[in-house]
């Protein structure tokens, strides 16, 4: 079978050169007036470039869901610095699409002004005639550009929804852990005599469960029954002492955790009002800049209606003057 796939590709060159000079030809636009239907920003190379990040970042947790979520392949330590590093990357996407947001109301804000506002009613706009295509693209162009900031918005709450469903489960296994009763463990005496005792074969019935009894407990002495009563009254202390610590331990960490849980919410919230002041700070200091210049204009306007006054009044006091000479 011969090798058609050069002809094919000729094919194609020439169907795409045509389908080309047919859309130029409808468009009519030249080259030099596409340059105005270009954006020339980094907007959507920036959300490209968190949009890679946080795929990224799910593939990270996909990836250690199973080992997270198990009891032996991660320790509590390595989890906790997951939580952490995950919980500062978040912030850190949710930090730039709040700068891109930002970015973006600003330029749309001048492009209302300059192409989409209604000129009707302005002296301008009789000299200016409006360009319904450009108009349109700009108006397309901010719908696609809000779409794309939504967009990221709900990718990022999704993977953040998904790494907190994780990091419940873990404390709900947790709180699990730390509700076991651990009074139902029994102690197993190390003991010559019950160790002998515990090395009989299984008991089939309880009347040969309760023969056995006896007879061990006749071969020992009132001495041996004795010692081992005292030591198993000290055995049971010893072990509901261990018992109440390891409850008061796991109401510690219970406690400890929550305060970090609300401690974590607080440096939150508190960054949140620290970046919104940092925010307010930065408008501020723009009116401030924009008021000592309207400021310096009106000095500026006042100085030279003043100096006109005094001319004027000059030259009205010299007029004066050469009319009373004259007079």
Same mark, same amino acid.
């Given at each position: 079978m011969p090798n058609v796939t050069p002809l094919f590709k000729k094919y194609v060159s020439v169907f795409s050169e045509n389908s080309q000079g047919d859309s130029a030809a409808k468009t009519g636009q030249n080259p030099k007036d596409r340059q105005k239907y270009m954006i020339q920003d980094s907007f959507i190379k920036e959300c490209l470039e968190v949009l890679k990040h946080v795929f990224e970042l799910q593939k990270v947790v996909d990836s250690i869901r199973t080992q997270y979520q198990s009891e032996l392949d991660l320790t509590d330590r390595e989890k906790d610095d997951f939580d952490t590093?995950?919980?500062?990357?978040?912030?850190q996407y949710f930090e730039k699409l709040k700068f891109l947001e930002q970015y973006e109301n600003k330029r749309q804000e001048m492009i209302e002004k300059k192409y989409l506002e209604d000129p009707r009613g302005e002296? +301008?706009?009789?000299?200016?005639?409006?360009?319904? +295509?450009?108009?349109?693209?700009?108006?397309?162009?901010?719908?696609?550009?809000? =779409?794309?900031?939504?967009?990221?918005n709900m990718i990022i709450s999704s993977i953040f929804?998904?790494?907190?469903?994780?990091?419940?489960?873990?404390?709900?296994?947790?709180r699990e852990l730390d509700s076991i009763d651990f009074n139902a463990q029994l102690y197993?005496? /190390?003991?010559?005599?019950?160790?002998?005792?515990?090395?009989?074969?299984?008991?089939?019935? /309880? #009347?040969?469960?309760?023969?056995q009894y006896?007879?061990?407990? =006749?071969?020992?002495?009132?001495?041996?029954?004795? $010692?081992?009563?005292? #030591?198993?009254?000290?055995?049971?202390?010893?072990?509901?002492?261990?018992?109440?610590?390891?409850?008061?331990?796991?109401?510690?960490? $219970?406690?400890? /955790?929550?305060?970090?849980?609300?401690?974590?919410?607080?440096?939150?919230?508190?960054?949140?009002?620290?970046?919104?002041?940092?925010?307010?700070?930065?408008?501020? #200091?723009?009116?401030? $800049?924009? =008021?000592?210049?309207?400021l310096k204009k009106a000095q500026r306007h006042g100085g030279k209606s003043a100096k006109l006054i005094v001319y004027l009044s000059i030259?009205?006091?010299?007029?004066?003057?050469?009319?009373? $000479?004259?007079?």
């Open positions: 590093e995950v919980r500062l990357l978040i912030q002296i +301008s706009s009789l000299f200016r005639t409006r360009d319904e +295509s450009l108009i349109l693209f700009h108006a397309t162009n901010n719908k696609h550009r809000r =779409g794309i900031l939504q967009s990221l929804s998904d790494i907190s469903k994780m990091q419940q489960h873990r404390l709900s296994r947790q197993n005496p /190390t003991h010559a005599v019950i160790r002998s005792v515990s090395q009989h074969p299984t008991v089939a019935t /309880t #009347e040969e469960e309760v023969r006896q007879e061990t407990v =006749g071969k020992l002495s009132q001495e041996q029954l004795q $010692v081992l009563e005292t #030591e198993h009254d000290e055995l049971l202390n010893i072990k509901t002492q261990e018992l109440e610590k390891v409850e008061n331990l796991s109401k510690t960490m $219970v406690q400890i /955790t929550s305060l970090q849980n609300e401690i974590a919410s607080h440096l939150q919230s508190q960054t949140q009002s620290i970046y919104s002041l940092l925010d307010n700070h930065d408008d501020i #200091e723009l009116d401030i $800049v924009q =008021g000592n210049r309207q030259l009205f006091g010299i007029l004066i003057v050469c009319l009373d $000479v004259i007079n």
